[in-house]
């Protein structure tokens, strides 16, 4: 029923809008301040049509010192972490925050799912790769500014097939004139994953529409809907397990029939005018999950996040300043029942969780000859309530913090540059992090603290016109950073604690050679270290990263080979099971025949055996999620 929905939309979209002459592209503000000169630690990604495009995170590979897991358990979502920030993740996003076209996507609290950004409107991504608190508020570990592509009058549908059951079917329909743009995208994936009790099911529809007003103002809006009726989740698996058969799911992931059902509804709107730009967002979703254990193992969440922000630009001389305020709030209820093998039991929490936050931040730049100088400041509090159905321990919490930053840009020369940057972070608990209470009883985690981050990084940055490089050194200081574990009371249970003080110091490169038209190579490499406070590693953050790409044309005929590096990391906190090191090799090629693109490609084609994701401190040993092994799909795109 649901598919023959999205294609009717679809189908009712190409009918009702009339083909129209092409006009100029609208550009959407998306970052706080853009100047001639920015910071080297952000990196630009373009989306790249030859990719199997099953998330976000294949677009991200190449990103120094941005490391993705996850990708293969839709039940998890894709985890990212950046310079170590957001490892602590057991499912989706945190301590990065994510804008897409401007606008947050990630909660108040600072969670971010992914599954429901369509990929195929996929425009450029942006990430910054520093604390960024003074900029954005709730997050340490960085930025990601996701852009959609301009509407086009462009009518597409697009199918991909491949190993271990891949389906993909989209479809795209634009429309665009001197007054109205309009995209309408549905899709519709199913994979029955690499692993056992993997496999997942998931259907989207985004409608965007941007009027064009008088002077220069547009409004643009946005609805989205995702629904995920299946995501099984097949765990953790010991060494000995993987050895035995890597392509297994847990045991105890079976009986329990682990997984997750997920519906979204998401409605943005942005105004953007020649200074001011203002948004609002809603956003609700609903989780119904079973996790492998008894006590607590089902959860019912019903959450909904709102929010609104406006900010002024201006510019006088040699001055350049932005100054704005955002405000939001986030309500989840919370419900927990036994999960007897499977079956709902009785209800074991039932709690309603809110979280308010309120931000205001102003940047003022100066430049002078070839010096710019950048200051920012950000004010933000953060009001956390909790009221317990089941029990007397309803709780209140007031956090608030200031996030002062200050960066120096200096430009040798039009094609070299360079700079320093200080800034500082703040992050406070989740409220899934606050609700997972060891002490087995209903109400938060009180003992669970806000994380505060100070950085510096250095770098030089060069560029002609067949060679972009760059350089940056960072070192950042972490005060109470949050990590999860497990209890063997709550086995397959997440849990979160304070760990201290962590000392991140590393090193960035990336390069990119414009070797003729018709041939590019990228390259970039990170190397760092992540200590706790007693001189062990951070868990599943790899010491160095290595990324490689060459794209060739050959005719009419596109090749594009990746290969992925990535160093050793330890599961553990106390750094006694080491996950190997290993490489990633990825072939595609793209050719166009008249109205038609067909693309073929092979992920994994030397067949490496790799991890997946990491359980960090998980109990038992449980530690290892397997990657699937090499995996072929072909797509076709038909321009209608």
């Not at 190579?521 to 992540?530: D, I, V």
């Amino acid at each position: 029923m649901m598919r023959r929905a999205l294609y009717f939309i679809f189908f009712f979209c190409t009918l009702c809008h009339a083909q129209v002459q092409e006009l100029e592209e609208v550009v959407l503000r998306a970052q706080r301040i853009k100047s001639s000169i920015q910071p080297i630690s952000q990196t630009e990604v373009v989306q790249d049509g030859l990719l199997l495009q099953q998330d976000i995170g294949e677009l991200l590979q190449g990103v120094p010192s941005l490391f993705v897991s996850s990708q293969q358990n839709f039940s998890q979502d894709t985890r990212i972490s950046i310079r170590g920030f957001g490892t602590r993740a057991t499912f989706g996003i945190r301590g990065i925050k994510v804008l897409w076209d401007g606008i947050p996507i990630t909660t108040p609290d600072g969670q971010t799912q992914l599954d429901h950004i369509p990929l195929s409107s996929m425009g450029t991504i942006e990430v910054i790769r520093s604390v960024s608190s003074g900029l954005y508020g709730n997050a340490s570990g960085g930025i990601i500014l996701l852009k959609s592509t301009p509407i086009k009058n462009k009518k597409t549908l697009t199918a991909t097939l491949g190993d271990f059951g891949t389906g993909h079917l989209v479809g795209s329909y634009g429309s665009k004139n001197e007054k109205n743009l309009f995209q309408a995208v549905v899709e519709h994936k199913k994979h029955n994953g690499y692993r056992h009790w993997s496999g997942y099911e998931n259907s989207l529809i985004n409608l965007a529409n941007t009027f064009i007003i008088s002077n220069g103002n547009i409004l643009s809006v946005n609805y989205s809907y995702f629904n995920s009726p299946m995501a099984l989740d097949a765990g953790g698996l010991t060494s000995a397990e993987v050895t035995e058969n890597r392509s297994q799911a847990r045991q105890r992931n079976l009986d329990y029939k682990a997984g997750e059902k997920v519906q979204q509804h998401q409605f943005t709107a942005r105004w953007q005018s020649k200074k001011w730009t203002a948004y609002g967002f809603f956003t609700k979703r609903n989780l119904d999950a079973k996790l492998p254990f008894e006590f607590g193992g089902q959860i019912d969440l019903g959450r909904s996040y709102y929010g609104l922000g406006m900010q002024q630009d201006g510019r006088k001389k040699q001055w350049l300043w932005q100054y704005g305020v955002e405000a939001a709030a986030q309500r989840d209820a919370r419900n927990r029942f036994k999960n007897i093998l499977g079956e709902r039991g009785t209800a074991t929490l039932d709690q309603s969780e809110r979280f308010y936050t309120l931000g205001a931040y102003g940047i003022v730049e100066l430049t002078l000859s070839d010096w710019r100088f950048r200051a920012t400041l950000r004010a933000d509090t953060h009001r956390i309530q909790l009221v317990d159905f089941m029990g007397s321990n309803s709780d209140k919490k007031n956090l608030s913090a200031y996030s002062p930053s200050v960066a120096a840009f200096y430009s040798f020369s039009p094609s070299l540059s360079s700079y320093i940057r200080w800034g500082t972070g703040f992050e406070t608990p989740s409220l899934n992090e606050l609700s997972a209470n060891p002490t087995g009883e209903t109400g938060f985690n009180n003992m669970l603290a806000p994380q505060q981050s100070e950085e510096v990084e250095v770098g030089l940055y060069l560029k002609t016109k067949i060679f972009d490089a760059s350089l940056t050194l960072f070192t950042t200081t972490t005060q109470c950073e949050i990590l999860s574990y497990e209890l063997n009371a709550f086995p397959g249970q997440d849990f979160f604690r304070n760990i201290g003080r962590v000392d991140r110091k590393g090193i960035e490169a990336n390069a990119c050679l414009r070797m003729a038209k018709t041939a590019m190579l990228k390259l970039n490499y990170s190397q760092g270290t992540f200590k706790t406070h007693d001189g062990n590693d951070l868990p599943n953050v790899p010491r160095s990263q290595f990324n490689t790409s060459l794209n060739h044309l050959f005719g009419k005929t596109a090749v594009s080979l990746n290969i992925r590096h990535v160093g050793k990391r330890y599961a553990d906190s106390k750094n006694l099971v080491e996950v190997s090191r290993f490489w990633v090799t990825d072939l595609y090629a793209q050719r166009k025949w008249g109205i038609t693109t067909w693309t073929m490609g092979v992920n994994n084609i030397t067949n490496a055996s790799y991890y997946d994701n990491i359980r960090i401190n998980a109990f038992g040993g449980r530690y290892f999620e397997p990657a699937a092994m090499r995996q072929a799909f072909a797509r076709v795109q038909v321009l209608l």
